[in-house]
């Protein structure tokens, strides 16, 4: 089996469906792309403690293609946070033949701002 993760918690869990295929059979990397700023978002609205917004999406990869009956998993953690801004390391690992390989599809960087109640920067609130 070969394996990305080390038995961590994926952010999302999903199945892409017949729509999200491309001519080639594959599934569009809009899709995958898609997955990824949503789970990115829930990790960094939760350390923003509120709203974010996504304002960069860095070192982008797409590794191998991912299929119709895979079930592709989203793992993300902090990278870094700067005074308005998180950065979120993400990662996709599809799951194949009914769970018996794991391939890495796809990774990257995606950086969020925190926002105020005026959808303006904030600063990242700080544990003292």
Known sequence: MTTGTSRRDPILRVAPRPGDINA???????????????????VAAREAEGAVATVAIDSME???PILLHDLISVY???????????????????????GREEVKVTEGLFTFVALD????PRPVKRDA
Request: a neutral charge.
């Open 62 to 64: 797409f590794i191998a």
């Open 24 to 42: 080639n059979g594959h599934i569009f990397g809009g899709w995958v792309l898609s997955q990824m700023d949503i789970a990115s978002g829930i």
């Open 117 to 120: 109640e005026n959808h303006r």
């Open 76 to 98: 993300a953690e902090v990278e870094r946070i700067g005074r308005t801004s998180i950065a979120i390391r993400i990662e996709v690992i599809a799951t194949r033949d009914r």
